[in-house]
């Protein structure tokens, strides 16, 4: 490749005018002996200096210009416009995401020799059914929009799992560990996550936090809190529930005119409640059968405490999600659910605000958790990409490694943390909720308690046992069927 030539060429430059340096210094006075001492010290130094960053790893290889068809969601339907940028972009543009995807795809062409090409569609899953069904070699993977079509079809035995294709180390640091981990089955693993999807990081949950109101009130820092390992139900409610006020007067709290503690959309930042304080114990044995394994202890206390954090004035679960981020910026809401992409709708906000994950259950909790929304991307392999595993598992390799090294940091470094966040501890309070994400495999097959917890929760009500007497044997069954399922598949 002309790549490499020009790399053999410079490199021989420099070694030519190395040596005629050499030749031409003898007429002058000779330099110094080096001692060992020193010799020791020059190559500690030059080894310290030397970086391996994960795409240095990849190995070179020519797959003669294929094209690498990645199956996506068409741009316009969510919000960032995201599913296809972070695949697939046609130019450089000055845009940081939009260059850093561009030389990303630049890499893998050099290194591999291969194209890396989008194909956007309204329904993926449509397509994506209809293509493998058809036995058509249509595409090499999907961007899976959304999660819980990617497991139903996996459950159709209609994608490959990502542990039988040769070559890929998912313990690296641009694979998911956590998706991986929560997402499979007795060493089966149909979904998967990692550097590649930007998407994700979009769609992951937080809340957001009005620092001057904070000061105003005298409370100590969220990040102190969260730093420590106290950021709990328990000091959440102590803060939310503590700042409202009827500004008005007019006997009646509206978010329009009055002060807010805090406020959350009702759909998915209720759902995170579950994930955040830890409530999802199942568990599938070595043959495959389920053990919900549920805590109800721990979620009627979660029940009760919300309840109790719920029915204060100050607090309002219901009100749509960009409305409410109108209201934060004018000061009418101290805490308030959202997810990462929110964020650059904050940018024009005179107050200073902080990011930080969901409260934990309580401080024996070893981990914050957020959950990422199941409206962002899964990666599938088709059953159909069979011929070439070598090439498939390389340039998967290169996508992630590649993405980790150059997406990311442009994505979370340069977009998210330099521009839309304003001081050290809120890059750090970043790295701590990309961390927490995390999955369940019930969720995803809409096979979980979620939803009608979360029905408790925005009804303030606190009976769970009564609730799961009537729901677990049913619930179990049909969590049982997806495992069968995903266990009689062949491939």
Same mark, same amino acid.
């Given at each position: 490749?002309?790549?490499?030539?020009?790399?053999?060429?410079?490199?021989?430059?420099?070694?030519?005018?190395?040596?005629?340096?050499?030749?031409?210094?003898?007429?002058?006075?000779?330099?110094?002996?080096?001692?060992?001492?020193?010799?020791?010290?020059?190559?500690?130094?030059?080894? @310290?200096?030397?970086?391996?960053?994960?795409?240095?790893? !990849?190995?070179?290889?020519?797959?003669?210009? *294929?094209?690498?068809?990645?199956?996506?969601?068409?741009?316009?339907?969510?919000?960032?416009?995201?599913?296809?940028?972070?695949?697939?972009?046609?130019?450089?543009?000055?845009?940081?995401?939009?260059?850093?995807?561009?030389?990303?795809?630049?890499?893998? @062409?050099?290194?591999?020799?291969?194209?890396?090409?989008? *194909?956007?569609?309204?329904?993926?899953?449509?397509?994506?059914?209809?293509?493998?069904?058809?036995?058509?070699?249509?595409?090499?993977?999907?961007?899976?929009?959304?999660?819980?079509?990617?497991?139903?079809? @996996?459950?159709?035995?209609?994608? &490959?799992?990502?542990?039988?294709?040769?070559?890929?180390?998912?313990?690296?640091?641009?694979?998911?560990?956590?998706?991986?981990?929560?997402?499979?089955?007795?060493?089966?693993?149909?979904?998967?996550?990692?550097?590649?999807?930007?998407? +994700?990081?979009?769609?992951?949950?937080?809340?957001?936090?009005?620092?001057?109101?904070? +000061?105003?009130?005298?409370?100590?820092? !969220?990040?102190?809190?969260?730093?420590?390992?106290?950021?709990?139900?328990?000091?959440?409610?102590?803060?939310?529930?503590?700042?409202?006020?009827?500004?008005?007067?007019?006997?009646?709290?509206?978010?329009?005119?009055?002060?807010?503690? *805090?406020?959350?959309?009702?759909?998915?930042?209720?759902?995170?409640?579950?994930?955040?304080?830890?409530?999802?114990?199942?568990?599938?044995?070595?043959?495959?059968?389920?053990?919900?394994?549920?805590?109800?202890?721990?979620?009627?206390?979660?029940?009760?405490?919300? @309840?109790?954090?719920?029915?204060?004035?100050?607090?309002?679960?219901?009100?749509?999600?960009?409305?409410?981020?109108?209201?934060?910026?004018?000061?009418?809401?101290?805490?308030?659910?959202?997810?990462?992409?929110?964020?650059?709708?904050?940018?024009?906000?005179?107050?200073?605000?902080?990011?930080?994950?969901?409260?934990?259950?309580?401080?024996?909790?070893?981990?914050?958790?957020?959950?990422?929304?199941?409206?962002?991307? !899964?990666?599938?392999?088709?059953?159909?990409?069979?011929?070439?595993?070598?090439?498939?598992?390389?340039?998967?390799?290169?996508?992630?490694?590649?993405?980790?090294?150059?997406?990311?940091?442009?994505?979370?470094?340069?977009?998210?943390?330099?521009?839309?966040?304003?001081?050290?501890?809120?890059?750090?309070?970043?790295?701590?909720?990309?961390?927490? &994400?995390?999955?369940?495999?019930? *969720?995803?097959?809409?096979?979980?308690?979620?939803?009608?917890?979360?029905?408790?929760?925005?009804? +303030?009500?606190?009976?769970?046992?009564?609730?799961?007497?009537?729901?677990?044997?049913?619930?179990?069954?049909?969590?049982?069927?997806?495992?069968?399922?995903?266990?009689?598949?062949?491939?």
């Amino acid at each position: 490749m002309q790549h490499n030539i020009l790399i053999r060429i410079t490199a021989f430059i420099i070694l030519s005018l190395l040596f005629l340096s050499i030749i031409f210094g003898c007429g002058k006075d000779a330099a110094a002996p080096v001692s060992p001492q020193d010799t020791t010290e020059a190559d500690e130094t030059t080894a @310290a200096e030397v970086t391996t960053e994960p795409f240095d790893l !990849i190995k070179e290889a020519d797959f003669g210009g *294929y094209n690498f068809r990645v199956l996506t969601l068409s741009a316009g339907i969510n919000a960032t416009n995201r599913f296809t940028q972070e695949i697939w972009v046609e130019a450089e543009t000055g845009d940081v995401i939009n260059d850093a995807v561009f030389r990303r795809n630049s890499m893998i @062409a050099d290194r591999l020799g291969v194209n890396i090409i989008a *194909y956007p569609v309204d329904d993926v899953y449509g397509t994506a059914r209809k293509s493998v069904m058809s036995g058509s070699d249509d595409y090499d993977l999907h961007g899976m929009y959304g999660k819980s079509e990617g497991l139903t079809i @996996a459950s159709q035995g209609l994608v &490959r799992d990502w542990n039988k294709i040769p070559g890929l180390n998912l313990d690296s640091v641009y694979w998911n560990s956590n998706c991986r981990d929560k997402l499979s089955v007795c060493g089966r693993l149909y979904l998967m996550s990692g550097a590649i999807l930007i998407s +994700e990081i979009d769609d992951t949950l937080a809340m957001i936090y009005n620092k001057k109101l904070a +000061e105003d009130n005298g409370f100590e820092s !969220i990040y102190t809190l969260v730093f420590d390992g106290k950021w709990t139900l328990d000091t959440f409610a102590e803060q939310a529930t503590a700042i409202y006020a009827d500004i008005d007067g007019d006997g009646t709290m509206k978010p329009a005119n009055d002060l807010f503690g *805090y406020i959350q959309d009702p759909a998915s930042m209720t759902n995170n409640w579950l994930f955040s304080c830890d409530l999802f114990g199942e568990k599938i044995s070595d043959d495959g059968v389920i053990d919900m394994n549920i805590d109800q202890n721990r979620i009627q206390t979660m029940l009760e405490k919300l @309840a109790s954090i719920n029915s204060c004035d100050g607090i309002l679960i219901g009100l749509d999600l960009y409305e409410g981020l109108n209201y934060f910026k004018e000061d009418r809401i101290y805490i308030y659910a959202i997810i990462l992409r929110n964020i650059e709708l904050l940018r024009d906000m005179e107050s200073d605000f902080g990011i930080i994950p969901y409260p934990k259950f309580d401080e024996s909790q070893p981990d914050y958790l957020n959950h990422v929304g199941s409206a962002s991307p !899964i990666l599938t392999v088709p059953i159909t990409n069979n011929t070439d595993d070598e090439r498939l598992s390389q340039v998967l390799e290169g996508m992630a490694a590649a993405s980790y090294q150059v997406v990311l940091p442009a994505y979370f470094d340069v977009a998210l943390k330099e521009k839309y966040s304003r001081d050290k501890e809120t890059q750090d309070m970043l790295d701590i909720i990309l961390k927490s &994400r995390t999955y369940n495999l019930g *969720y995803l097959g809409s096979i979980s308690f979620v939803w009608d917890v979360a029905s408790l929760i925005k009804g +303030e009500k606190t009976d769970f046992s009564s609730y799961w007497a009537k729901s677990e044997s049913s619930m179990t069954k049909r969590y049982q069927k997806v495992i069968d399922k995903l266990l009689e598949i062949e491939n």
